[in-house]
Each structure stands twice: as structure tokens, then as C-alpha cells.
């Protein structure tokens, strides 16, 4: 309950900085995180649950309709967790959030009637993970790496994409974890596509996995590159380039320097490598938590590093990309989603006395 209380108390602290009295929240991502770890949805795809969390003066209420409240009651445990039910018939409209909320000054996590929205403070909030949360992230992390590595060594010439996206999907929702993002390309499709979804297109030699899994509320990322038989130079190149790429992102997350420094660090490597302008063709990544990313890194952003974050960072210049999932530690950064006895570059980052590895591209020879 530790944990579950900490976050009462920040809703507190976020409601009192903005003069409001109660708070709405209606998103999966805020619904996990207040509940930590309940599920809201019934769609994956959706942003908005089938449940509302409502927090007032006088308690903590969860508004439900009569399909979703046995669930989140028995399997989710959310009557333990101290909310108060307020259930409502599925084919009743209802004003249960206005009649919660009225005659206060209100905030919520979506555009709502008559309220203040907190979404952008609370994606920050969400990204600052409590203990417990980094316990439930390394475990997120194993199971993407165990979901991608059988996955793609699973995957051989003359698969369609679709078949690929079948593949990792088993793999990962056979896990436990929901595959919220799946996408692939195969061949020139890696080159020609930063958001790939699967076609009908046949893998000849080289195919690109991307996969965002979620787990108990949170969310990581992950991307791994296979090819059959020997890279070219011009993809080898590519290769190193979004490795040094990606270990400039990783290693200048530390605490206390703003994601502009950040972002600047990375895109001078950028320049270094020869790919100059690539970064202005996809979003580099960012702060990771109850979404694949709760914001978007951009040049300028006054955010800062935060122990205890989690970052995913996604460099790619054309035909290749690096992302894994790290967590800022106290000393060092830790890669959670870390593939063992994958293939690696060794990288040498300015300023840390040890190289970095970064993953390479599988080659099946």
C-alpha cells in the first residue's frame, strides 16, 4: 500500500499547485498508474477505459458500469485497494462524475466538461516511478527480451510480415504482456519506413521487429534487426552509426541534465557519424512509463532526468535503428529489455571510461 498512498499523496500535492479540489481520471495509462497496475480497457487499441477513477475531499471513487465492476473487484482487488464502487447499469446513461464532482473545481487527464486538464502534468507525474514500479519494469524488460529473441530466431526467408507479426505477437502475448505495437519491414521496407506495419511483403534477407509490450499498466520498448548472410558496408555503417547514436542518448540520461542537453548530445553524434539530418525524419524517443512514451523528447525541452525514470530511445537513420528500454540508477544506467548473448557493438562514448555495447544486427549466415 506503500506505494498506492505515495501516489494519493502526489494527486495531493498536484491538485493543491493547481487550485483544484478533485481530480478525473479516465485514461488506461492514469487508471494503472492510480491503481497500480489495474486494467481499465477492454480494447487494447483504446486510450479511454471502460472504468473512471474519480478523487474528491470526500474519497476515492471508481464509476463503473455492471459488465466491468466484478472484475476489477475480484481479479483486480480495487474494493481492497480502498475505491469506493459506484456501478451503473451498461445500458443507462448516467451523470455519476458530475454528481461526484459538483461545485468543485475539478482537473482531469482528458479534455472533460467544465474542467481543468492535467494531461501533460500528468504524464510527468506517471514517469516517476516508485520502487516497487522498477521491480515490475525489470520484470517488463525480461519479457520483452525473451519475447523478441524467440521471436526472431524464429523468423526465416519467405515469411510474409504478416506471418513475422504473428510470430512476435505469440511470443509476447503468451507472456502475459500485450503487444501494443507490432510493427515490421523486410528488405527495402526497413529502408523506405520509420513505422512499418506489416504487409503481405515475402522476407528475402533482412527484416526489422519492432515491439511496445505492456505489462501490468507499463510500457517498454524494443527493436531488434535480423539479416541473412553478410551485411553490406553501407548497412554495417548505418550499424555503427545508430549504435554510437544510441549509446550518446543512453549514456547523457543521467539526473539533473534537461532533455534538450540530451537531445543536442545525440544529435551531434548524429553529425559525427556522417547522418546529419537523420534525426529530423523520425522522433528520437523519450520518457517511457504507462505509455510507450508519456512525452516526446524534442529539441529545446526544458524536462529534465529524474532518477528512477525509464527511458526509451529509438535513433534510426535510414535502414537501421537501435531502441531498448533503460532505467536511470543511481550510478549508471540499467538496459532492462537487454538481450543475452545477442550480438553487440562495442562503443566508445565520450566522458565514460568503459566502451558501451549496443545491439548489432543478427547475422544468419
Known amino acids: 500500500m506503500r506505494e498506492f498512498e505515495e501516489k494519493q499523496k502526489r494527486i495531493e500535492t498536484l491538485l493543491a499547485e493547481h487550485q483544484l479540489e478533485a481530480l478525473i481520471l479516465r485514461r488506461v495509462g492514469s487508471f494503472a498508474w492510480a491503481t497500480c497496475g489495474a486494467a481499465s480497457y477492454v480494447n487494447m487499441a483504446t486510450t479511454e477505459g471502460e472504468a473512471t477513477l474519480v478523487i474528491t475531499p470526500d474519497g476515492r471513487y471508481l464509476v463503473v458500469n455492471n459488465i466491468e465492476a466484478p472484475r ?5 482487488g480495487l474494493v481492497d485497494q480502498g475505491w469506493k464502487f459506484r456501478v451503473t447499469p451498461w445500458y443507462e446513461t448516467h451523470a455519476t ?72 505477437a505469440q511470443e509476447t502475448e503468451s507472456r502475459g504482456m500485450q503487444c501494443i505495437v507490432n510493427l515490421i519491414a523486410t528488405d527495402e521496407r526497413v529502408f523506405s519506413f520509420r513505422h ?50 544510441d549509446a550518446a542518448f543512453n549514456a547523457a540520461t543521467r539526473p539533473g541534465h534537461t532533455l534538450a542537453q540530451v537531445f543536442d548530445r545525440a544529435t551531434d553524434v548524429y553529425a559525427e557519424t556522417g547522418f546529419p539530418d537523420e534525426w529530423r525524419l523520425h522522433h528520437q ?68 571510461a568503459e566502451p558501451m555495447s549496443r545491439p548489432a544486427i543478427l547475422e544468419v549466415t
Open 196 to 245: 512499418p506495419l506489416p504487409t503481405g511483403k515475402k522476407l528475402d534477407r533482412y527484416a526489422m521487429l519492432v515491439l511496445c509490450g505492456r505489462w501490468r499498466g507499463l510500457v517498454g520498448s524494443l527493436t531488434r534487426l535480423v539479416h541473412f548472410g553478410a551485411l553490406s558496408e553501407e548497412l554495417q555503417r548505418k550499424s555503427e552509426a545508430v549504435a554510437k547514436i
Open 97 to 168: 462524475v458530475a454528481d461526484l464532482t459538483d461545485g468543485l473545481r475539478v482537473g482531469a487527464d482528458v479534455p472533460y466538461p467544465g474542467t481543468t486538464d492535467l494531461s501533460a502534468e500528468l504524464a510527468r507525474v506517471r514517469t516517476l516511478l516508485m520502487p516497487d514500479e522498477q521491480e515490475r519494469f525489470r520484470t517488463l524488460g525480461k519479457l520483452h527480451a525473451e519475447a523478441m529473441d524467440s521471436a526472431i530466431r524464429s523468423v526465416r526467408p519467405g515469411q510474409t510480415e504478416y506471418q513475422i507479426a504473428g510470430i512476435l
Open 72 to 76: 476489477l473487484d475480484l481479479e483486480e
Open 285 to 352: 524517443g523519450g520518457p517511457a512509463g504507462y505509455e510507450a512514451r508519456e512525452y516526446i523528447a524534442t529539441p529545446g525541452s526544458t524536462d529534465e532526468v529524474f532518477l528512477g525514470q525509464t527511458y526509451a530511445w529509438n535513433p534510426s537513420v535510414a535502414g537501421a535503428k537501435s531502441e531498448d528500454t533503460i532505467l536511470v540508477g543511481d550510478d549508471d544506467n540499467e538496459v532492462l529489455t537487454e538481450i543475452p548473448n545477442w550480438p553487440t557493438l562495442s562503443v566508445t562514448v565520450e566522458g565514460r
